[in-house]
């Protein structure tokens, strides 16, 4: 819109300039053709009736006017009376023209504005009364050659002073238009900046009210819909936190009856209904937490701070162990990972992601497999990689494996919540992270987190 708005003010002064300078120019050319013209036609009839007046007197000054005429070259018929020792002209239709019509000819060589010379041929009369100015028949013709150089130059000057002139014109005009136009558009990048931050979920960003009297409504429109909309997102995430822990209570107490009831039960069938049961509730309770954790994430009521990330993984490795070693599961940390490694994350998040990762990654791991969690600093990013020797996924479930409530069609889609990678993807972005699935060596899946490093110092 800027651009459009420049050329379209260029495009104005030009053709202003056009308008007001170019006739200008034409004026001016004109002018200096016609003076020209007029000038030598002067000096040519003034030679012509000294010529027509034959005296001696006469044909003295004939040559000392001719003599004196550097600008051009002068020729004359040669005259009995009056001998002037200069170059008679060729014969041709203009002086044929003049000597027996009488009739002076101005041929300025091009019919487009003049050509190398200008030819001026005047015929010369015979003055029957001297000094009285009458003419009598024509006895004879003077024929001025001026060269039209100093002309072209002064054309030249004329029309390339202008051309200059518009060009810095344009040039100052560009930049004025190139400043007026940020200026008019300012409110409507300002506008652009909201809508950008807010389709990127800043619910916060509010544009000022500056502008045109049409940018301000536009802009008080979009601010109270961004406090529309932060209202509601507000309240679904305040409702989404308050029911998960509501409920997390009577789902606890639900699951204490039914282990009490499969306790005192001894009927096959019945105790097969109650484990089922249980099993329901406890994935249940897993659906509630996530959908609090999630919750939580989406409030961003924590700030990254720098965290030792090997102290956070190996404290999550010392939990999810004993789980892995019921099923002969083995989980290796490699890489670099020493004391002084630090990351910016959130207190808390590091810990719910590498906890939702490693329940993944036991879930559809075999007996006896490997979870390999791996370290590698780049920069100023940390690569934390979690791969297993599961079934994997496809590029198809790749794709959806971030959508909430989506569960695969694998192991990992018996008993998820089918939240717990978008628990993932919300909170490493919160950081300032990125999560992303690959596949691994041995077949399974990789799930590579990229933190940010903390910079030196901690700070």
Known sequence: ??????????????????????????????????????????????????????????????????????????????????????????????????????????????????????????????????????????????????????????????????????????????????????????????????????????????????????????????????????TLIASQRIFVADASHQLRTPLTALRLSLDNIADGVDDDFVKEDVEQATAEVVRMSRLVNDLLVMARAEAKVTAAEPLPLRDVIEERLAVWRPAADERGVTITLRGSADGRLLVMASPGHLDQVLDNVLSNALEVSPDGATITVRVEPRGDEVVLSVLDEGPGMSEAEKSRAFDRFWRGQGLTGRSGSGLGLAVVKQLMSDDGGTVALGDAPRGGLCVTLTLRAAPRGGG
Not at 64 to 88: H, Q
Not at 137 to 149: C, F, K, L
Request: proline content about 6%.
């Open 1 to 230: 819109m800027i651009r459009q708005l420049i050329r379209s003010y260029v495009l104005l002064v030009a053709v202003a300039i056009a308008l007001f300078t170019v006739p200008v120019a034409f004026t001016l050319t004109d002018q200096l053709r016609g003076d020209t013209g007029s000038a030598v036609n002067r000096e040519a009839t003034t030679m012509a009736r000294l010529l027509g007046a034959g005296t001696p007197d006469a044909c003295k000054a004939l040559r000392a006017m001719a003599k004196a005429f550097e600008d051009g070259t002068v020729e004359v018929t040669p005259i009995e009376a009056c001998t002037p020792n200069l170059s008679a002209p060729d014969q041709d239709t203009a002086l044929t023209k003049a000597e027996e019509k009488g009739e002076p000819t101005t041929d300025w060589g091009s019919p487009f504005i003049w050509g190398p010379k200008l030819v001026v041929t005047v015929p010369a009369h015979q003055q029957t009364t001297e000094g009285a100015g009458d003419e009598g028949p024509v006895v004879g013709a003077v024929r001025i050659v001026y060269p039209t150089n100093e002309m072209t130059m002064r054309l030249w000057t004329i029309w390339g002073f202008r051309a200059i002139l518009a060009v810095l014109v344009l040039a100052v005009a560009a930049l004025i238009g190139a400043v007026a136009a940020r200026r008019l558009t300012a409110p409507l990048r300002q506008l652009n900046d909201m809508a950008s931050k807010l389709s990127d979920g800043d619910l916060t960003a509010r544009s000022p009210v500056t502008g045109p009297q049409e940018t301000q409504t536009l802009a008080r429109t979009l601010n109270q819909a961004g406090e529309r909309l932060d």
